[in-house]
């Protein structure tokens, strides 16, 4: 009896200090506030995991990159090498150069602090891309996403030019051919590129700032707005709430998942770990950018075979294939091949990324909000646009390797750079058509499930002496998803209000070649729509009794 009474007071005296607690921070804190944000309901399919794979990598490359900034000299300062390892001694190299191999070398668990640290920012932009692309494809940047899109975009603009500002930091032969390249493409750009390479370098390649001020950019200036921008981005998703996959029970009005406390904070958790830990065994069995083999950075030499890291690789792919073209314009020379392939290209490419959610809405007229995602085959025009796109760019990082695939496969070195060349034209043409057709033929497939059923595999014989496959029902959160999908019509010719009439006509030539084509899903009848509705109730009902993890969240504003 004792014992109990101690253990009630000793309860009742932490209820107490919790309750003053929460109190304190209460008269604080947004802390009654903040309470409902614990309960939003995050959608749990696995292509929503793309988002937080970047966010961790990222927190890991935050991580490293500061224990990284203990050891590292951001200097030019010519110096003599005597350190451990041996190949190098008595060898002229940049303070930058020796503190990289000190850390490799010489601090303990250096190098695989340098390699989580590098294999983190090739997975952070892949799972950039990814992400970018699993938005596009679902139509998630629609309305009122908009906004999240564009700075989607600008953090992946951001984390390619703090990805190359890493790259060129250690001063390698590797890096060094970099830069020179990269010197090379200001140069192109008519009338200020001279301007621009002595601001960049101070003076004249490679001059004596460029890693010191590649260093200032890299942890201090292109962090900070990255931050920022992950910030805004993650605030905007639990404003806007979570897109989420259509399903019974699923609606624009609503969003059905686990609840961010404490669920989803769980899961996100141990993807943390996960991410992390995949790092950290990337790094110790891969080996990757071993600088120690290149040696130090000299301008008369460069690395035979040299390729750069993946997300820069189309440029130097675009580079190799350009044809050599100059126009000489009032005594100075315009080099088309650098410009148009290392600056015009790019520029263009994160042009479309930008604007195309506006072209979209221009073109099909929706100004609707969608909270629901867009099954790829849905909008086939889109996903053939898409995939156009990454065949586009696949074309661009092969050739930025063609003279390893000239000598491994013993081609001649011209006509694999012509084979590129026509490749990348004629291949995004017929990835487009390919990918249209495949997803009109996946639409006719689900048209016939609806009308036929599902095949079950049991053939037998009909009256007629002829033999049929047997058809089961189509089970019903598919059959739901399958009737959800409603496709608008084409715009009309005339021309919309306050449009000159060629800008409506070539608006509605535009929005019929986007919905033209497509295989409409009949609607049911009236009775079987409510039946729908009530099994879709029941089911929802049997759903949260079965399942304590699903959530629905709040209601749309």
């Given at each position: 009896?004792?014992?109990?009474?101690?253990?009630?007071?000793?309860?009742?005296?932490?209820?107490?200090?919790?309750?003053?607690?929460?109190?304190?921070a209460?008269?604080?804190?947004?802390?009654?506030?903040?309470?409902?944000?614990?309960?939003?309901?995050?959608?749990?399919?696995?292509?929503f995991?793309?988002?937080?794979?970047?966010?961790?990598?990222?927190?890991?490359?935050?991580?490293?990159?500061?224990?990284?900034?203990?050891?590292f000299?951001?200097?030019?300062?010519?110096?003599?090498?005597?350190?451990?390892?041996?190949?190098?001694?008595?060898?002229?190299?940049?303070?930058?150069?020796?503190?990289?191999?000190?850390?490799?070398?010489?601090?303990?668990?250096?190098?695989?602090?340098?390699?989580?640290?590098?294999?983190?920012?090739?997975?952070?932009?892949?799972?950039?891309?990814?992400?970018?692309?699993?938005?596009f494809?679902?139509?998630?940047?629609?309305?009122?996403?908009?906004?999240n899109?564009?700075?989607?975009?600008?953090?992946?603009?951001?984390?390619?030019?703090?990805?190359?500002?890493?790259?060129?930091?250690?001063?390698?032969?590797?890096?060094?051919?970099?830069?020179?390249?990269?010197?090379?493409?200001?140069?192109?750009?008519?009338?200020?590129?001279?301007y621009?390479s002595?601001?960049?370098?101070?003076?004249?390649?490679?001059?004596?700032?460029?890693?010191?001020?590649?260093?200032?950019?890299?942890?201090?200036?292109?962090?900070?707005?990255?931050?920022?921008?992950?910030?805004?981005?993650?605030i905007?998703?639990?404003?806007?709430k979570?897109?989420?996959?259509?399903?019974?029970?699923?609606?624009?009005?609503?969003?059905?998942?686990?609840?961010?406390?404490?669920?989803?904070?769980?899961?996100?958790?141990?993807?943390f770990?996960?991410v992390?830990?995949?790092?950290?065994?990337?790094?110790?069995?891969?080996?990757?950018?071993?600088?120690?083999?290149?040696?130090?950075?000299?301008?008369?030499?460069?690395?035979?075979?040299?390729?750069?890291d993946?997300?820069?690789?189309?440029?130097?792919?675009s580079?190799?294939?350009?044809?050599?073209?100059?126009?000489v314009?009032?005594?100075?020379t315009?080099?088309?091949?650098?410009?148009?392939?290392?600056?015009?290209?790019?520029?263009?490419?994160?042009?479309?990324l930008?604007?195309?959610?506006?072209?979209?809405?221009?073109?099909?007229?929706?100004?609707?909000?969608h909270?629901?995602?867009?099954?790829?085959?849905?909008?086939?025009?889109?996903?053939?646009?898409?995939?156009?796109?990454?065949?586009?760019?696949?074309?661009?990082?092969?050739?930025?390797?063609?003279?390893?695939?000239?000598?491994?496969?013993?081609?001649?070195?011209?006509?694999?750079?012509?084979?590129?060349?026509?490749s990348?034209?004629?291949?995004?043409?017929?990835?487009?058509?390919?990918?249209?057709?495949i997803?009109?033929?996946?639409?006719?497939h689900?048209?016939?499930?609806?009308?036929?059923?599902?095949?079950?595999?049991?053939?037998?014989?009909?009256?007629?002496?002829?033999?049929?496959?047997?058809?089961?029902p189509l089970?019903?959160?598919?059959?739901?998803?399958?009737?959800?999908?409603r496709?608008?019509?084409?715009?009309?010719?005339?021309?919309?209000?306050?449009?000159?009439?060629?800008?409506?006509?070539?608006?509605?030539?535009?929005?019929?070649w986007?919905?033209?084509d497509?295989?409409?899903?009949?609607?049911?009848?009236?009775?079987?729509?409510?039946?729908?509705?009530?099994?879709?109730l029941e089911?929802?009902?049997?759903a949260?009794?079965?399942?304590?993890e699903?959530?629905?969240?709040?209601s749309?504003?």
């Amino acid at each position: 009896m004792l014992l109990q009474r101690r253990r009630a007071r000793a309860g009742a005296r932490a209820r107490h200090a919790a309750e003053h607690t929460v109190n304190w921070a209460d008269r604080r804190l947004p802390v009654s506030e903040g309470g409902g944000l614990l309960r939003k309901a995050f959608p749990e399919h696995w292509s929503f995991l793309l988002g937080e794979i970047a966010l961790y990598s990222f927190v890991v490359l935050l991580l490293t990159g500061v224990w990284l900034t203990l050891f590292f000299k951001p200097s030019m300062t010519e110096v003599v090498y005597d350190g451990s390892y041996e190949p190098l001694l008595g060898v002229s190299m940049s303070e930058a150069y020796r503190s990289t191999v000190d850390i490799s070398f010489d601090v303990r668990g250096g190098l695989l602090i340098r390699q989580v640290h590098h294999w983190a920012a090739l997975v952070f932009l892949s799972a950039i891309g990814v992400h970018l692309l699993r938005i596009f494809f679902t139509g998630a940047f629609r309305r009122p996403r908009e906004v999240n899109w564009l700075i989607g975009v600008t953090l992946f603009m951001l984390a390619l030019v703090e990805g190359f500002a890493g790259y060129s930091l250690p001063d390698d032969l590797l890096s060094g051919t970099g830069l020179r390249i990269a010197q090379g493409v200001m140069l192109s750009i008519p009338v200020v590129g001279t301007y621009i390479s002595m601001f960049v370098f101070g003076g004249q390649y490679p001059g004596e700032d460029i890693v010191p001020r590649l260093y200032s950019l890299h942890i201090l200036l292109l962090p900070g707005l990255l931050l920022a921008l992950v910030t805004l981005h993650l605030i905007l998703v639990f404003y806007l709430k979570h897109t989420q996959w259509a399903g019974r029970g699923r609606t624009n009005r609503n969003a059905v998942g686990k609840p961010l406390f404490p669920q989803f904070m769980t899961n996100s958790s141990g993807l943390f770990f996960m991410v992390f830990g995949v790092l950290t065994v990337l790094a110790a069995v891969a080996q990757i950018n071993p600088i120690w083999t290149y040696g130090p950075y000299r301008p008369d030499l460069v690395s035979t075979g040299s390729q750069p890291d993946w997300y820069v690789g189309f440029l130097e792919g675009s580079l190799r294939m350009m044809p050599p073209f100059e126009t000489v314009v009032a005594g100075h020379t315009v080099m088309w091949n650098v410009l148009v392939p290392a600056v015009l290209l790019p520029g263009a490419l994160f042009v479309v990324l930008y604007a195309y959610p506006f072209f979209e809405r221009w073109v099909t007229g929706d100004h609707e909000e969608h909270h629901l995602c867009d099954r790829p085959r849905d909008k086939p025009v889109r996903t053939g646009l898409g995939v156009a796109a990454i065949v586009f760019y696949a074309v661009l990082l092969l050739a930025g390797g063609n003279d390893i695939l000239a000598r491994t496969f013993d081609i001649s070195l011209n006509l694999l750079t012509w084979i590129f060349r026509v490749s990348l034209v004629v291949a995004p043409v017929l990835a487009f058509v390919a990918t249209k057709r495949i997803c009109l033929a996946l639409q006719e497939h689900d048209r016939e499930r609806l009308t036929e059923g599902e095949e079950t595999g049991e053939v037998h014989q009909t009256l007629a002496g002829g033999y049929a496959e047997r058809h089961g029902p189509l089970n019903p959160e598919e059959r739901h998803v399958l009737r959800s999908r409603r496709e608008p019509e084409p715009l009309a010719p005339s021309p919309k209000e306050g449009d000159a009439p060629h800008v409506g006509r070539l608006r509605a030539t535009l929005s019929g070649w986007y919905y033209d084509d497509r295989v409409d899903v009949e609607e049911e009848p009236e009775p079987g729509r409510e039946r729908g509705r009530e099994s879709a109730l029941e089911a929802g009902r049997g759903a949260a009794a079965s399942e304590p993890e699903t959530y629905s969240g709040e209601s749309e504003r």
